[in-house]
């Protein structure tokens, strides 16, 4: 008799290690590794394009949609890859850490490329569309889909995988911290006239760093975890139509891709702009450092009391609460439009609360739309399921910059005009209104879109543990 936490090992029949905590931080330093380079694209990249390689913000934008138009195939074909992998001596999903941690670290390094910056303009957008591709389209995914998918392998208890979605999104917030806090200081200088100019080399370097320790990480990921739950390969033809209608049909799981979409958009908008309302604005990147360190406060902060507030409340309700809070936040301070730096920082700080909660508990909902979805189709379809949300999440990175691209070039803002009176107002608008419709975007979708309350996961959980129970008396 297996205690809680325990299923037979997957790969010699011999009962595998309690589910604890060396798993929650195995699974911490994958997000970590994620983010080191995904959170470097959010934040820095428009910026190192518009102000070192002389690349508009509509065209990056651009570049960003286009894209996602390669994800659609990419992310569903990795999805497939992984729900048909077989079971072998790591688990499932595991090893695909291990085969792709180097290529995604070396792709993320070269779409900093600061010694192209004198060369032909067309040549730099040719190389933008060519590494962020390959970056995000190619390696990610193979990293980012088999990595998502394999929380509902490591444990099948819904208690712990929210524990897993905490200590995931504890990784992101740690990686969002060292990149948020130390980069700003280390890659401006001030020029001749005063202002804070971004330095393509010192990007460059920050970019390196950010690759050989997201490679660290996956490692740490890859040695730590323990894959428990035998996922078997998925067999038979694959039919897009038949994918395609289960999406349609699947009302969880269009709930989950829109809330999530919202939820970037919020995201970030708020940290794009950060590199612009910070430096050109206020001037005062130290602040900026301070806005990253705040947010991960607020996120480490949250997390003691996520996990108690998600089981009284439900995930559905309390991604409500916090993103009306957040949406508040911003109106707020479009209205009382603060000169004071540090001030913007508090109101900063506050309106991470949304994204820090809801990070917090996203990952464990869309293994609570995974479960439905077994209760109602009888199939388990890890990776395809979580190759449609990553494609979703990319949808909500792609839809962020584009909107944040446009409203740059709405507002006139280039390298020639990055500090005329009328841009940074324009600057401090879009800081502040962007994101806060995100939020308010983010309570819609979840009020009227995503059905999965409390009381429905506890039920899915309490039927998928008589199934498994079931399964393991007639084995």
Same mark, same amino acid.
């Given at each position: 008799?297996?205690?809680?936490?325990?299923?037979?090992?997957?790969?010699?029949?011999?009962?595998?290690?309690?589910?604890?905590?060396?798993?929650?931080?195995?699974?911490?330093? @994958?997000?970590?590794?994620?983010?080191?380079?995904?959170?470097?694209?959010?934040?820095?990249?428009?910026?190192?394009?518009?102000?070192?390689? @002389?690349?508009? =913000?509509?065209?990056?934008?651009?570049?960003?949609?286009?894209?996602?138009?390669?994800?659609?195939?990419?992310?569903?074909?990795? @999805?497939?890859?992984?729900?048909?992998?077989?079971? #072998? /001596?790591? =688990?499932?999903?595991?090893?695909?850490?291990?085969?792709?941690? #180097?290529? %995604?670290?070396?792709?993320?390094?070269?779409?900093?490329?600061?010694?192209?910056?004198?060369?032909?303009?067309?040549?730099?957008?040719?190389?933008?569309?060519?590494?962020?591709?390959?970056?995000?389209?190619?390696?990610? $995914?193979?990293?980012?889909?088999?990595? @998502?998918?394999?929380?509902?392998?490591? $444990?099948?208890?819904?208690?712990?995988?929210? &524990?897993?979605?905490?200590?995931?999104?504890?990784?992101?917030?740690? !990686?969002?911290?060292?990149?948020? *806090?130390?980069?700003?200081?280390?890659?401006?200088?001030?020029?001749?006239?005063?202002?804070?100019?971004?330095?393509?080399?010192?990007?460059?370097?920050?970019?390196?760093?950010?690759?050989?320790?997201?490679?660290?990480?996956?490692?740490?990921?890859?040695?730590?975890?323990?894959?428990?739950?035998?996922?078997? +390969?998925?067999?038979?033809?694959?039919?897009?139509?038949?994918?395609?209608?289960?999406?349609?049909?699947?009302? +969880?799981?269009?709930?989950?891709?829109?809330?999530?979409?919202?939820?970037?958009?919020?995201?970030?908008?708020?940290?794009?702009?950060?590199?612009?309302?910070?430096?050109?604005?206020?001037?005062?990147?130290?602040?900026?450092? !301070?806005?990253?360190?705040?947010?991960?406060?607020?996120?480490?902060?949250?997390?003691?009391?996520?996990? &108690?507030?998600?089981?009284?409340?439900?995930?559905?309700?309390?991604?409500?609460?916090?993103?009306?809070?957040?949406?508040?936040?911003?109106?707020? !301070?479009?209205?009382?439009?603060?000169?004071?730096?540090?001030?913007?920082?508090?109101?900063?700080?506050?309106?991470?609360?949304?994204?820090?909660?809801?990070?917090?508990?996203?990952?464990?909902? *869309?293994?609570?739309?995974?479960?439905?979805?077994?209760?109602?189709?009888?199939?388990?379809?890890?990776?395809?399921?979580?190759?449609?949300?990553?494609?979703?999440?990319?949808?909500?990175?792609? /839809?962020?910059?584009?909107? %944040?691209?446009?409203?740059?070039?709405?507002? =006139?803002?280039?390298?020639?005009?990055?500090?005329?009176? =009328?841009?940074?107002?324009?600057?401090?608008?879009?800081?502040?209104?962007?994101?806060?419709? #995100?939020?308010?975007?983010?309570?819609?979708?979840?009020?009227?879109?995503?059905?999965?309350?409390?009381?429905?996961?506890?039920?899915?959980?309490?039927?998928?543990?008589?199934?498994?129970?079931?399964?393991?008396?007639?084995?």
């Amino acid at each position: 008799m297996l205690r809680k936490g325990q299923v037979s090992d997957m790969a010699d029949g011999q009962q595998s290690r309690p589910f604890g905590l060396r798993d929650r931080l195995g699974y911490m330093f @994958g997000d970590f590794g994620n983010d080191f380079t995904f959170i470097l694209s959010s934040m820095f990249l428009m910026k190192f394009y518009t102000d070192v390689m @002389g690349v508009s =913000g509509g065209i990056v934008g651009a570049m960003m949609m286009v894209a996602r138009f390669v994800d659609a195939f990419t992310d569903i074909t990795m @999805g497939q890859i992984a729900d048909r992998s077989r079971t #072998g /001596a790591k =688990g499932k999903f595991m090893p695909w850490l291990l085969r792709m941690c #180097g290529p %995604v670290a070396v792709a993320s390094f070269l779409m900093y490329a600061s010694w192209f910056r004198n060369m032909p303009l067309v040549f730099k957008i040719f190389w933008m569309f060519f590494t962020y591709i390959l970056w995000g389209s190619v390696f990610y $995914t193979s990293v980012n889909i088999p990595y @998502g998918s394999m929380a509902s392998a490591i $444990t099948a208890e819904p208690r712990e995988r929210a &524990q897993l979605s905490n200590w995931r999104t504890i990784g992101a917030s740690l !990686a969002g911290a060292a990149i948020g *806090i130390i980069i700003p200081l280390a890659v401006y200088y001030t020029d001749e006239a005063g202002n804070k100019v971004l330095s393509g080399t010192r990007m460059s370097w920050a970019a390196f760093i950010c690759s050989v320790a997201a490679l660290i990480c996956y490692l740490l990921c890859y040695r730590m975890c323990t894959e428990r739950v035998r996922v078997e +390969p998925k067999s038979g033809r694959f039919s897009l139509t038949g994918l395609l209608s289960e999406i349609i049909h699947n009302r +969880p799981l269009i709930g989950i891709i829109v809330s999530s979409v919202c939820l970037l958009i919020a995201q970030l908008s708020l940290q794009t702009m950060a590199n612009y309302i910070f430096p050109n604005y206020y001037g005062n990147v130290a602040a900026q450092s !301070a806005s990253s360190l705040v947010t991960t406060a607020v996120t480490l902060v949250c997390a003691l009391f996520t996990v &108690q507030l998600s089981q009284k409340l439900g995930r559905k309700n309390l991604g409500i609460l916090v993103s009306v809070f957040s949406a508040a936040v911003l109106i707020v !301070a479009f209205f009382l439009r603060t000169d004071s730096a540090w001030g913007f920082v508090v109101y900063y700080g506050l309106a991470s609360v949304g994204i820090g909660v809801y990070s917090l508990i996203t990952w464990a909902m *869309i293994t609570d739309v995974i479960d439905d979805t077994e209760l109602k189709q009888g199939e388990r379809s890890d990776g395809t399921i979580y190759s449609i949300y990553s494609f979703a999440r990319k949808l909500g990175q792609a /839809a962020s910059t584009g909107l %944040v691209g446009l409203l740059l070039e709405m507002i =006139g803002y280039s390298q020639a005009t990055a500090y005329e009176p =009328g841009v940074l107002r324009g600057i401090y608008n879009i800081t502040c209104l962007a994101p806060a419709a #995100g939020f308010v975007l983010l309570a819609i979708s979840l009020q009227f879109l995503y059905p999965l309350g409390r009381e429905r996961v506890e039920y899915n959980a309490k039927k998928l543990a008589e199934k498994r129970a079931a399964q393991q008396k007639k084995s």
